[in-house]
């Protein structure tokens, strides 16, 4: 992925113990082939990590869907997920005519993708046979430098679009989330993959996300779900 050279956000959710292949992990009619060739989501022309394609086996060790240059999919059977999302235009972010080296996050989009890869994740650990107790989340942007594309994300949603007040990214970077599995709630965990993206465009943690409730400390499904597209 990356042919278009736009940057893109990798998503990657790990148990923390080692866990066994699951016996039906590479079964065409088993469940882990099915999360990923029909995802659930909540809209469905929303920003999600449905892709429309068939599951392919890679390398002998994971399954793997994509959708382009847009979206890659991998589960290994370790039941690692890694997911890859185009940080322009062609996904997460706004078309702009006005400068092709800027490129505008869209923040319904990131906002539900978020939420999106951690009901996934959230989805395929049920199905583990051994426990999960504690799982890493890694939220990594590649390709920002190499681009040569800076990247903005307002706070303002969509229909209430500001053109300043912007924050820019303009290196890549990583991060890392350790949750507690008996606690896991989509929500929340897409909340706090979000929140992290926001710090790294320098947004104070007291600022008010888009398509969140602050309170909570939740990605707003309600809200995300009155932009239609369902």
Not at 5 to 20: G, H, S, T, Y
Not at 166 to 185: A, I
Not at 205 to 225: A, F, R
Request: glycine letters at 8%; one cysteine or more.
């Amino acid at each position: 992925m990356n042919e278009s050279e736009n940057p893109i956000l990798i998503l990657a959710a790990k148990p923390q113990d080692d866990i066994p292949m699951p016996s039906d992990f590479f079964d065409s009619k088993g469940p882990y082939f099915k999360i990923l060739h029909q995802p659930e989501y909540l809209r469905y022309s929303g920003w999600n990590l449905r892709t429309i394609d068939m599951p392919t086996i890679r390398d002998g060790n994971a399954w793997k869907v994509e959708n382009g240059e847009r979206k890659l999919i991998i589960l290994y059977q370790n039941l690692i997920l890694l997911t890859a999302g185009s940080l322009g235009a062609d996904f997460l972010a706004w078309g702009s005519k006005e400068d092709d080296k800027v490129l505008r996050i869209n923040p319904a989009a990131i906002a539900e993708y978020c939420y999106e890869f951690a009901a996934l994740f959230y989805r395929i650990a049920k199905n583990a046979r051994t426990p999960i107790i504690t799982c890493d989340l890694n939220i990594t942007a590649m390709y920002v430098e190499s681009s040569g594309k800076k990247i903005e994300l307002g706070i303002s949603g969509i229909g209430n679009y500001v053109p300043t007040g912007h924050q820019r990214l303009d290196k890549d970077f990583t991060q890392k989330l350790e949750v507690n599995f008996e606690e896991y709630d989509p929500k929340k965990v897409g909340f706090q993959i979000l929140d992290i993206i926001f710090r790294q465009f320098g947004y104070p943690s007291d600022t008010k996300m888009p398509y969140t409730n602050m309170d909570k400390k939740e990605i707003d499904v309600e809200g995300i779900l009155k932009l239609g597209g369902v």
